[in-house]
Nanobody, 115 residues
C-alpha cells in the first residue's frame, strides 16, 4: 500500500502564504504525475494544480498566478506553494499521485484562511 505523507497546512491570514508538501518513499514518485486537489465544505473536490513527471504544469483558473506546483524527484517530494491566500482557498487539500493503471491519495490536510 502506497502512503502519501502531506504536511504544511494550517491557519493563515488573508494575503499570507503556505507551502504544502507531499512525499512517499521509494521510486514511485519520480515516475508518477502528481496533482493537488481541494475540497471545501459543501463543494465538490476540484483540481488545484498538476505536474507531470517531466515537470509540465497546469493550474485551476482560481489559483493561477498565486499558486505554484513543483517537485523534487531526488527527495521524492512534491510541493504546492500558495501565496496571496484568500478565504475562498479554505479547504482540505489532497495530494494525488498517479500513472498508468494506478492512483494514490493522501489523507488530506486542512488549510484555513481567516483573519
Amino acid at each position: 500500500q502506497v502512503q502519501l505523507f502531506e504536511s504544511g497546512g494550517g491557519l493563515v491570514q488573508p494575503g499570507g502564504s503556505l507551502r504544502l508538501s507531499c512525499g512517499t518513499p521509494g521510486n514511485l514518485f519520480s515516475i508518477s504525475a502528481m496533482a493537488w486537489y481541494r475540497q471545501a465544505p459543501g463543494k465538490e473536490r476540484e483540481l488545484v494544480a498538476g505536474i507531470t513527471n517531466s515537470g509540465r504544469t497546469n493550474y485551476g483558473d482560481s489559483v493561477k498566478g498565486r499558486f505554484t506546483i513543483s517537485r523534487d524527484n531526488a527527495k521524492n517530494t512534491g510541493y504546492l506553494q500558495m501565496t496571496n491566500l484568500k478565504p475562498e482557498d479554505t479547504a482540505v487539500y489532497y495530494c494525488n499521485l498517479y500513472g498508468l493503471g494506478y492512483e494514490h491519495w493522501g489523507q488530506g490536510i486542512q488549510v484555513t484562511v481567516s483573519s
